[in-house]
C-alpha cells in the first residue's frame, strides 16, 4: 500500500499495473483480481471496492508482456508502476519464464513506470537478495515482509534512493505505522539474516527438489495428472496435467481432487496449505528425517482419487481446512 502510495505521488500518475492472480494485500486498489484466498473462497476482488478505486488498477496476465505492451499504449503517460511477484505464489507457485521479468524492466523504464517487486514471500527464501538475486533483475521498489522479522509481525519497503527520499520526514509522501521501526522485529530479523549463509540455500534447494520428486513419483504412481511448480522451496502441485504458467492455466487444475488428497495427506500427519492455490514451503527444519517421513506419507497417497465424486462433493466444497 505505501510502495504504490509512493510510486504515485513520485510520478505523478494514477494508475497500478498488477497481475491476474497477484495478491498484494488487502487495499482496496490491490484487491483486484487477487489470488490466494480470494481465488480459493471464490470472492469476487471488487466486491466492497468502489468503481472509482478499481478503474485505475489495470490486470494483465502473468508471464504475458504482450498485455503491458498493450495497456502501457492504451494509457501512456498514466501508468505509476507496475507491481508483481517476481515468482508467483498466491496462484499457487508460477516461475516467470524467461524474459518476463528482464521485459517488465525495460518497458518500465521506457515509458517512465515504476517498477515494483512484491518479494513478502519470495524476499530471503530464494537467496539472501530474494528473486532479484535469482534473476538479477532489480526493481524500483521492493516490498517485504514475514521473514524480514525472523518471525515477529514486520513489513517494510524499499528502493532508490531518490526515490525514497519522498518519503516523510524527508519529503511529502505520508508514512506512519504504530510498529515502525519496532526493536525487537529488527532485531530478530538481523539475527536470522546473519543466520543464513550459501550452505542453507544449497539444503533449501535439494530438499524442494527432492518434495517435489516425490509428490511427482507418487502422482505417476497413482496414474493422477499432476504438474509440480517450484523455484527453490517453493512449490505447488497442481492437479492437472497441463503446463501452469498463470492464473488461467492455475484455474483448470482439479480442485475436488486437491482437496480428496489434502485430507487423505492430513490424516497421516503431513499438512500442507488447505487449497490448491497456495504455495508449499521447505524450511532448514525439515531434515532428514522429516523428508523421509513425508516420502512414506506420499506412497500410495494418489491412488482411487479419481473416483467420481461423492454427492454433494463440488469445487465450492473441496478446499478442506484444518
Known sequence: MSAVRLA?????????????????????????EAGSGVATLGIPGTRGITTGTAQDTLVARFN?????????????????????????????VVPPEPGFLEGLRRLTREHGSLLIFDEVITGFRLARGGAQELYSVVPDLTCLGKVLGGGLPIGAYGGRRD????????????????????????????????????SHYRQLEQAGRRVAAAIQAAAAAGDVPLTVNRVGSMLTPFFSGDRVRDYETAKHADT??????????????????????????????????????????LAGSFDDLAVPASPGETKATSIATA
Open 163 to 198: 526515490i525514497m527520499e519522498q518519503v516523510a520526514p524527508a519529503g511529502p509522501v505520508y508514512q506512519a505505522g504504530t510498529l515502525s521501526g519496532n526493536p525487537l522485529a529488527v532485531a530478530a530479523g538481523i539475527a536470522t539474516l546473519e543466520a543464513l549463509d550459501s
Open 64 to 92: 504475458a508482456l504482450d498485455d503491458v505492451e498493450e495497456a502501457m499504449a492504451r494509457w501512456p503517460a498514466q501508468i505509476a508502476a507496475v507491481i508483481v511477484e517476481p515468482v508467483a505464489g498466491n496462484m499457487g
Open 8 to 32: 504515485r505521488a513520485v510520478t505523478g500518475r494514477p494508475k497500478l499495473l498488477k497481475f491476474a492472480g497477484g495478491y498484494h494485500g488487502h487495499a482496496d486498489s490491490l484487491l483486484v
Open 256 to 297: 475436488v481432487m486437491f482437496g480428496r488428497w489434502f485430507r487423505r495427506l492430513l490424516e497421516k500427519g503431513i499438512s500442507l496449505p488447505p487449497s490448491q492455490f497456495e504455495a508449499s514451503f521447505v524450511s532448514t527444519a525439515h531434515d532428514e528425517e522429516a523428508l523421509a517421513f513425508l516420502e512414506r506419507g
